[in-house]
């Protein structure tokens, strides 16, 4: 008896943690690339976007053509995975906080022979077994967490800085204490004129005023491509690494039987936010703030199991696009969370 009271209180726990995990992953977004960063091809990929440009034309609001019914009203910005907090994690982190002190102080009444656990458990479920869950608990949070900034952080591993080739390799002369000083600086802010000349200059006919009309074409066909699950149309729209990560993700769906519902998107606001040069090819980065109907359904008998039909999100990327020198069409090559 006093067994089964026991694995009755950890299978209780059990859940509760399951519960609190599951909590934490309802922020995360289905639509093309999840609501997550990833890509690269370039060392700035994953750089802070510079905010000081803007292409005044471009603030206008587009619509998808496939938007159906109603036009779709903003809505609060939804929260990232793992990301800004959240109020869900809030809320878990304070349930989990008070169930397990009340656990805590049920065994420390035990303890003081005030008779097990007050009967919500059965007793049994002593000091040492609440501290290793929490335990757990605690440590499968800091990992995932840990794991989170390393991702993203990997991405950074490829910047280029300035080095000591740029000061003749510092061989040995008084110069080069200072040289190694310089080189520890933060780099100021990039110039986005500037490497929209660079841009200029090595892709023919390329128009900064117009090039946000055709990066937000390439947004709608891919995300268009995303809900049909089938990336053939736009194949030569995604840089390898991207289209890798779409397809997975869609193999996913198709393998759990779900379809992912993009409706109704609306791009509230472009602009180039960066531009560069680097290994003969020309890079583009475009600031989206757009919000849509984004909900998954079953495959077979179109039951809502994620989203909502009814309540838009809003969500605000950056897309990096990429063009060989030499070549004659743009790619998504990286895209990239606010915030």
């Not at 310089?182 to 929209?196: I, S």
Request: hydrophobic content about 40%; aromatic content about 10%; overall charge neutral.
């Amino acid at each position: 008896m006093r067994h089964g009271k026991r694995w009755k209180g950890i299978a209780v726990l059990a859940t509760f943690l399951f519960l609190f995990f599951g909590a934490l992953e309802l922020d995360a977004w289905a639509r093309a690339g999840g609501g997550r960063s990833f890509g690269g091809g370039s060392s700035r990929s994953f750089s802070t976007p510079y905010r000081g440009y803007s292409s005044p034309s471009q603030r206008n609001e587009y619509r998808s053509n496939q938007a159906p019914r109603q036009p779709v009203a903003p809505s609060a910005p939804a929260s990232q995975p793992w990301g800004g907090g959240g109020f869900l994690r809030s809320l878990a982190g304070g349930i989990a906080g008070g169930f397990l002190g009340s656990l805590l102080f049920s065994s420390l009444g035990y303890g003081a022979g005030i008779g097990g656990l007050g009967g919500g458990f059965g007793g049994g479920f002593g000091l040492l077994e609440i501290l290793l869950f929490a335990g757990i608990a605690f440590a499968v949070v800091a990992y995932l967490r840990r794991r989170n900034r390393e991702s993203f952080a990997g991405a950074h591993g490829g910047q280029i800085t300035m080095g000591s080739s740029a000061h003749g390799g510092g061989c040995g002369s008084s110069h080069g204490d200072h040289a190694e000083t310089a080189v520890e600086e933060p780099p100021g802010p990039p110039d986005p004129q500037r490497g929209l000349a660079e841009v200029g200059a090595v892709v023919p006919g390329f128009d900064a005023g117009r090039f946000p009309e055709e990066a937000m074409d390439i947004f709608f066909r891919i995300q268009g491509a995303w809900a049909s699950r089938d990336l053939n149309p736009v194949r030569d729209l995604l840089a390898p690494e991207v289209r890798q990560e779409f397809q997975r993700d869609l193999d996913i769906l198709k393998a759990e039987g779900k379809i992912n519902r993009l409706e109704n998107i609306a791009v509230r606001h472009s602009e180039i936010q960066e531009a560069w040069v680097e290994a003969e090819r020309a890079f583009v980065t475009i600031h989206f703030l757009a919000n849509l109907l984004d909900y998954t359904v079953e495959e077979q008998n179109g039951q809502l199991v994620a989203g909502s039909r009814e309540i838009p999100v809003k969500f605000e990327e950056y897309w990096t696009y990429v063009r060989p020198t030499r070549g004659s069409s743009w790619q998504l090559t990286a895209i990239q969370q606010a915030g």
